[in-house]
């Protein structure tokens, strides 16, 4: 399916002049909060308006959405406001009851993009439909179960399709609730550039504040749009409180984005010069991240050397590194004189950081 003709035509012929925006509460509490929150976001940017009907929650005991009523209030929404709607499906009566009240945009969310039953279940469910499908990617860092979810759709003859790049969860603490995999997403992009691809910085920040500049990444890197929490009272929402933006703060962060369009050669070569930059960030932030994690284990070594009063420095087991990081990075066109460098550097360091434990 790769390059394949019309995946990308849903979003082409919408031809607008922005990234898509999907934007609205995290989930649908009252009709009142359904309608308000839509009327204050029709001028806008927003393309659909979205609300959870039916709530994936991590824990029992917390709020599960208030059911297919919800239907009925975003259909209020289209009528009223002309925005168009979208909500998440995760069953087969899901997609019933949302293709029966003419949701135009159903997303399929992280929890159940896990589970090859329950996607092939809301696949045989769509069949042959024209509603646009986005997945969300699994809560774990699998490409391929990623991919597996869109292939199942596009087997069903299922064309309007899209993914979500929400965030991965993980054992470690970290900023981010769900932390981005921006290199997974770009191989996803590489290996399929006619599939839309949009951002959802609510999930993966879990924090209003960090919005901006995660959005402000993605469109550096070509996303194709972004799905925004918003809610009329955030602070009071009855689920993703802390990640749900206002209706006006979402309009001054679509105001203050930087927006790269591709009108002439000039503004291609900053686009692409701009993307390379993005790539290149997020790889040396990766390259940081990792080489933090490997001085941690190395203070590890530190404690198991000290226990048994052995030297810091075991020239045996360095040669061995060596070795093998010269033949590694042969393969990828990496030069000895610079993989000599870079380890020695890295050596030393590790090195500095086992004396300080030994010494105490
Ligand atoms: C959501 O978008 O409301 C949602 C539950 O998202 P996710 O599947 O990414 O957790
Ligand atoms: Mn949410």
Redesign the pocket.
Known sequence: MENSAGLRTWLDKMNLDHPLVIAGP?SAETEEQVLKIAHELKDSDVNYYRA?IW??RTRPGNFEGVGAIGLEWLKKVKEETGLKTAT?VANRAHVELALENDVDLL?I???STVSPFIIQEIADALEGTDKIVLV?NPVNPDLSLWLGGVERLYSKNIKNLGVIH?GFSTYEKSKYRNNPEWQLAIELQNKFPDLPLIL?PS?ITGNREMIFDVSQTALDLNYDGL?I?THNNPDKAWS?AAQQVTPESLKQIMRDLKIRKETDEEADYNNKLTNCRAQIDVIDNSLVEMLGKRMKVSDEIGKLKKSRNVAVLQSKRWNEILGKMIMDGEEKGLSEEFILRIFKAIHQESINHQEKVVKG
Do not use: Q
Request: aromatic residues 6%.
């Open positions: 995290c959870g709530k994936p998440e997303w969310g992280a929890r969300k929400r959802d999930h799905m929490e993703d």
